[in-house]
């Protein structure tokens, strides 16, 4: 079992900043082995991924936030970063953290990061 807990949303005004944060432990995690990401869900939409990081570190982003949001991790504090700039109104959603073991024998190791752990979410509200 992997359990994943959310930080640092908050309310700003657009074009504001902030960075959430994903702290992750359990006796199965492994930070290193890990794919881990971010998704959102904005009420009556259907939920999307944000961001990904593999388990080499490499980031991958929707188009919506490419240059504004960078997504990073911290493998010796076991804990997923989410810097957030420039936001914009329609960045308002929940958001919430996703982790599961990077599947290496498939093309895409990351692929079904939806089915992994979740994080309980953390409300980000952005005002025009």
């Known amino acids: 079992q992997v359990q994943l807990v959310e930080s640092g949303g908050g309310s700003v005004q657009a074009g504001g900043s902030l960075r959430l944060s994903c702290a992750a432990s359990?006796?199965?995690?492994?930070?290193?082995?890990?794919?881990m990401g971010w998704f959102r869900q904005a009420p009556g939409k259907e939920r999307e991924k944000v961001a990904v990081?593999?388990?080499?570190?490499?980031?991958t982003y929707t188009d919506s936030v490419k240059g504004r949001f960078t997504i990073s991790k911290d493998n010796a504090k076991n804990t997923l970063y989410l810097q957030m700039n420039n936001l914009k109104p329609e960045d308002t959603a929940m958001y919430f953290c996703?982790?599961?073991?990077?599947?290496?024998?498939?093309?895409?190791?990351?692929?079904?990061?939806?089915?992994?752990?979740w994080g309980q979410g953390t409300q980000v509200t952005v005002s025009s």
């Open positions: 359990g006796a199965t995690y492994s930070s290193s082995s890990y794919c």
């Open positions: 990081i593999d388990s080499v570190r490499r980031p």
């Open positions: 996703a982790a599961r073991a990077a599947e290496t024998y498939l093309f895409a190791p990351c692929a079904r990061l939806a089915s992994g752990y």
